[in-house]
């Protein structure tokens, strides 16, 4: 079971400096600048879709052996042939993870998928809001004083430091979130699948029977799909709080909803959930959303959600395009994109 993300190791190595074409698809306008920007530093000549990717604007990627691509929508096996069949030969999605691609289907098809690094501290940084708004109740402050209820709650909040944090996966990302933790002065559990020096290594389920908070950063593959099932959330210390800023599979939500309506757990913070796609990202606000499960997730008062955006800041973005553009570049050149 692997439970930490690869270590980044972006560096450009070139063999030609002749200008490489890419297309980028799912462009923000955001995005679109710093890809226009940088590309030139990396012999890149980037042609810019603001559409995600799909079997009606493939047309854009001939002539191109390399495809950029965002996290926010699935690529198709259909897209994904039709690419192979104009020539690309090198997928790079524009996240750590790429669950959103068939990546053994791709390589069948002559596609390499690649994956990019970015900052871990985003991540890392919201996570830590999300404990400390989890643990002090700030959901029901924050709606109460909204409509000028400024009452006290009836439940105290507390602090980090007389916790057990238990943390779930320990590469760049968990890694950043236990640096974090150490300036709380809580006691620290790690649940990780190699040995790590300084800190207090338990198994997972010794983690989740010791932890006040639970907080996932391992990757999702199939030995992590549902990590927290049925049987394990039941073994979680009572009136603890999970927090998931990773991927929504790695929860059974069908099983975390009982243990929270029933105050066997204290509350969730989760930034990811199941069956996100297609909901998140979009203003959904007149349009009826067909994910029971995530209508019961926000009549729970005390989970709090967000609609995956823990990686979004501006440091992240820049590194995201740079990784992006140094990747293309080097499978181009011959070279192993990141990670390799």
Known sequence: MSLGEPTSTTTLRTRSPAALGITVYGCGRDEAGLFRAMAPRFGVRPRIVEAPISEANIELAFG???????????????????????????????????????AAYA???????????????????????????AVRHARSIVRGADVHDYRL???????LRDLTVGVVGAGRIGGAVIDRLRGFGCRIVV???RPLDAVEQVSLDELLGLSDIVTLHTPLTADTHHLLNRRR?????????????????LIDTAALIPALESGAL???ALDVVEGEEGIFYADRRNTPIDNELLLRLHRLPNVLISPHTAYYTDHALSDTVENSLINCRNFAGGNAPWPG
């Open 64 to 102: 191109n052996r390399c495809v950029s691509v965002d996290h926010k929508t699935r690529v198709s096996n259909r897209a994904l042939l039709a690419l192979g069949r104009s020539g690309v030969e090198y997928v790079s999605t524009r996240s750590v993870g790429c669950n959103h691609i068939d």
């Open 107 to 133: 390589a069948s098809v002559g596609i390499t998928v690649g994956t990019v690094g970015y900052s871990p501290d985003s991540v890392a940084d919201y996570t830590l809001m999300l404990m400390l708004m």
């Open 153 to 159: 709650g009836a439940v105290r909040g507390r602090e």
């Open 191 to 193: 649940h990780n699948n």
């Open 233 to 249: 959330i039941a073994g979680m210390r009572r009136g603890a709080f999970v927090v998931n800023t990773g991927r929504g599979p």
């Open 266 to 268: 204290g509350g969730a």
